[in-house]
């Protein structure tokens, strides 16, 4: 049976620029796939209220899915949840309980719960609360699309809360040889042991760096025997 | 006038499931924003021939120019340049300008131009290639498309190959105030200040990280005097 599909949307003027390089892709791949859950597609738009719209009704349509990241911070620029409700179809307001999360931790910190602050309460009908350990303002879920904050540790801390809702797959294994030989030499023989295991997935990943070359050869599947076998075909073949 | 706009597309199995972290992109990112050219948007698509042709065809029309990264090699999960050949609807083969170039250089490392290399010499019709000093194989160019190698190396090689080729707009100047205060207290001044200055762009990216917290806030704009003048508000409204 195939795994669950999902996507992920980043919401990242910073990263579109330049300024900053992701961090929660990277990490969302990792744990999706420790969970059998194969990350099909990420699109990454910016602070453009028409590219989310248009992006996250895209993805949700296609992939079982959705994570976002960025934009539902306190600040001007922070327009995702409104998009989000936008998307569905949904009105949007601050909530009582996400007003409570937010009233309680201020008031704990002598921090005023000002207009800019209650923002973060702003959550699309029908959604339901992300929890949030690190600093309080939820993220939120609303069919198959879960809303998280873009800064990497609040980003993790809301990806632990929503795994253990997910129904994941079998998850992936996957071996590495290292093969220091140009791929030219690597793809004949790599490509017939691919057709001959098609239960697996074999990549082949070039390297080539200070006049060093060659290229990692993975394989992937969720049989680790049929793993095992292919390696040990891998390792013969390529022995240097 | 607004800045020519651009879109990415990476073709990466291995950035999809957490195996490598993502270096293209932000590369790419840093060298438009240089230029002048908004990186409106990326996708990453795993090594899916109709995934490929989709996304290729989504953001061709929809953006001044694309650049490809990844799935040009000589291996059989290396579909890139058949699919950019199927998504414009044109024939792709050996074509003799490549095929010598890569004859030349295998010739020179007494290396054979076997089967497997010779793919690296399928070029879509009506392409023109892209210089690669560092390895010799290709990239293209076709329409609005620019196809390059994955291999960070190789990759930027590609891409100083193609940048004095493309219309640059008006550099994008970009200053950093950081501010060790919550988003909540700088957001409504903060906001305020955007509708002043309408001709920039105002972000806030907050950080949390072992108990500190604060955000940096990024003005963005091509006029440096307005630039400066934005600054400097920003700067006695958030003195410590």
Redesign the interface.
């Known amino acids: 049976m195939a795994n669950p599909t999902a996507a992920m949307l980043v919401i990242g003027?910073?990263?579109?620029?330049?300024?900053?390089?992701?961090a929660n892709?990277?990490?969302?791949?990792?744990?999706?796939?420790k969970l059998g859950i194969d990350?099909?597609?990420?699109?990454?738009?910016?602070?453009?209220r028409q590219?989310i719209i248009d992006?996250l009704n895209a993805l949700r349509q296609q992939y079982g899915t959705v994570v976002t990241s960025g934009g539902i911070?306190?600040?001007?620029?922070?327009i995702t949840a409104d998009c989000v409700a936008a998307a569905f179809g949904v009105n949007i307001d601050v909530r009582d309980d996400a007003r409570a999360l937010l009233a309680a931790h201020y008031e704990r910190q002598g921090?005023e719960l000002?207009?800019?602050?209650l923002?973060?309460a702003r959550i699309p009908d029908g959604a339901t609360l992300i929890d949030n350990p690190?600093?309080v303002a939820p993220g939120f879920t609303i069919g198959n699309v879960h809303v998280m904050a873009?800064?990497p540790?609040?980003f993790q801390a809301m990806v632990a809360s929503v795994l253990p809702t997910l129904t994941g797959g079998a998850p992936?294994l996957?071996q590495t040889l290292r093969v220091y030989r140009?791929?030219?030499?690597?793809?004949?023989p790599?490509?017939e042991l691919?057709n001959t295991y098609d239960d697996l997935?074999?990549?082949?990943?070039?390297?080539?760096?200070d006049g060093v070359?060659g290229?990692n050869i993975?394989v992937?599947g969720t049989d680790g025997a049929r793993v095992d076998a292919a390696m040990a075909e891998l390792s013969a073949l390529f022995a240097q």
């Open positions: 003027d910073e990263i579109l620029s330049g300024r900053t390089r992701d892709m990277h990490y969302l791949a990792g744990e999706f796939t990350l099909r597609e990420v699109r990454i738009v910016s602070d453009d590219a992006a911070g306190p600040t001007h620029d922070d921090t000002n207009t800019a602050r923002r973060m690190v600093s873009g800064v540790s609040v992936l996957s140009g791929e030219g030499d690597i793809a004949g790599l490509g691919a997935q074999f990549g082949s990943y070039p390297f080539q760096k070359y290229a993975v992937r």
